[in-house]
Structure formats: C-alpha cells, structure tokens
C-alpha cells in the first residue's frame, strides 16, 4: 500500500499516493469509536490491548532489521510520543463512554486549530488562501457541532476529558514530524507503540482489575483496533508526517468525523440532527480545502 522509504533517502510520494494514503487512514480510523464503545471497558484497558497487538504485529518487521536505528536519543523521542499518544487514547476513550460518538470526535479533533496556531505564532508559518479557507471551514463546524446536543454534568466532564485529548494528539503529531526525520514509518511505529504499551501496562496496574476481563469477543474486538484503526489509521498517519507538515495531517485526520458519525448511526443507531449534517458537511469542506494546500512535500 505505502512505498517504504528509508531515513536520509530521496524518496518522496506523489500527490496522488499522498491523497491516497490519508484516504486510507481515514477509513481506517473512523472504525475506531465504533470499535471502542462495543467493548465496554475502562479506557486505559482498552489502549493497552490495541497498542500492545499492533506493537506485535509490527516485531517481525523490525527485528529483521539491523540494530544500527536505535539508540538512547530515538528511545527518549520514543517516550515522549508514546507518552502522548497513551495520553490522548486515554482521555479520548474515557469521553466517548460518556459522549455522542460523533461530538466526542470533533472535540477530540479540534488538534489542527492547536497545531495551525502553533505554528503561525511559533514558527511564524504562512498561510494559503486555502489553509485559511480550510481553517474557517473547519472551525465553524467544530462550534456548531457542540451546539446539536443537550449535555448533561457527566457530558460536561466527557468534553473537557476530550480537549485534553485533543492537545495530546497535536503533541504526539508534533513529536511525530520531528522524529520522523530520521526513522521509517515502521521504525517510529514501533518504538512509540511499545513505548506507549509500557506506560499503559503501568497505568492499567493502579486498577483492581488490571488488563480484564478478557475473553474471545473482546479479543477480536482489540484485534480489529490493532489491525484498521491504529495500523491501517495511524501508521499510515506517521508515514505522512515525513512529507506533510503536523498541522495538514491533523487536518486530514478530521475526516474521521463525518466517518465514525456515519458508523455511529449504522453499528450504534445514533442519528445525527439536521444541525449535526451541516456541522460535518463543514468540516469535510475544510479538510478539502486544506489537503489543497498540501500540495508540496516536505522532508525527503
């Protein structure tokens, strides 16, 4: 599916293969709500199992590799991510046990807005006519979307537990651009997926009932997370972060929005309001717009 690159080689995809890849990382992670709330579990259990799976998977790869890649500088950039990454599962899950499938995401998503300003303001970065046009589109139907639910004290909480989430996802793409640089998507995959296994095997033991209960419908449950939404989602994502800025793969990773709202409503019968469809037709405006502007790689 992605073509394999090498740290320091000159290989860079074509736009085609980049609007591809964040097509399929959408897809992939837009499974990942549904997957979630049919499980049931506390959310530092739930991280674990897809984190630890996926990190499984992806052994065979990397021990087939030569040992030169890692080192004690790429194992603290490992921490960080994994730390932010565990983070953000961790708020964001314990949200949507309490939220609207659909009102979770978008808070959870609202990452392109930290990571645009951050760079504006940080980097001093300029911005297109259409990343500005993105950004608007964007915002806009992240304030209306809150605007179709009635909340309650609980739901109240489950925001706030989702703009955390929301920060520690624009730190993990942050963290993620940066180590990218010099290590293949499988090599960053896997060092910060163990990494994140770790923290959360750590957690899950402040817990009476640590890692459980676990049986063959909540196996397969973890399973499908490890295989579409984190490596067929995220995976893909830590690719893109070589040859796209942080902020333009947030941007895209809004397109799990309108996908896991449209899920919701199939697996979960949550229908959406008349004001919920305008607030997603935004959005799937601004990420259109934006990946527009995403029309030169960066990093080679």
């Known amino acids: 599916m992605l073509k394999s690159e090498e740290p320091g080689t000159p290989f860079a995809p074509a736009a085609l293969q980049r609007f591809g890849a964040v097509a399929v990382g959408v897809l992939s992670i837009s499974s990942a709500s549904i997957l979630i709330r049919l499980t049931g579990m506390q959310a530092e259990t739930i991280a674990f ?6 990190t499984l998977v992806l052994a065979p790869m990397i021990l087939r590799q030569p040992k030169e890649w890692l080192s004690w500088a790429r194992i603290k950039g490992f921490t960080w991510s994994g730390l932010f990454l565990a983070l953000h599962f961790i708020f964001w899950i314990q949200s949507l046990m ?3 499938v659909a009102l979770s995401t978008a808070v959870v998503s609202t990452h392109p807005l930290l990571l645009a ?20 589109f964007t915002a806009l139907g992240l304030a209306i979307l809150p605007l179709t ?4 004290s609980t739901q109240t909480a489950g925001i706030f537990d989702a703009m955390l989430g929301s920060v520690f996802a624009g730190l993990y793409l942050l963290s993620g651009q940066y180590n990218r640089q010099y290590l293949t998507a499988t090599q960053y995959s896997f060092g910060t997926y163990f990494m994140a296994s770790l923290i959360l095997l ?7 009932n640590p890692l459980g209960p676990l049986n063959v419908r909540l196996f397969i449950l973890y399973g499908l997370m490890a295989v579409i939404p984190t490596l067929g989602g995220h995976t893909t994502f830590n690719w893109l972060l070589r040859f796209m800025p942080a902020r333009h793969v947030s941007m895209a990773m809004i397109g799990e929005i309108p996908g896991s709202a ?5 697996v979960l019968h949550q229908i959406p309001p008349w004001t919920m469809w305008i607030s997603l037709c935004l959005l799937t405006l601004g990420i259109v717009m934006t990946l527009s502007a995403a029309t030169q790689p960066v990093g080679a």
């Open 49 to 54: 199992w897809r984190l630890s799976l996926s």
């Open 149 to 152: 639910t009635s909340l309650s």
């Open 98 to 100: 309490v939220l609207p």
């Open 262 to 266: 449209l899920l919701a409503w199939a």
């Open 117 to 136: 300003f951050y760079g504006r303001y940080w980097h001093k970065d300029r911005f297109s006519r259409s990343m500005i046009a993105g950004l608007v």
């Open 202 to 208: 750590a957690v899950n033991f402040t817990n009476p």
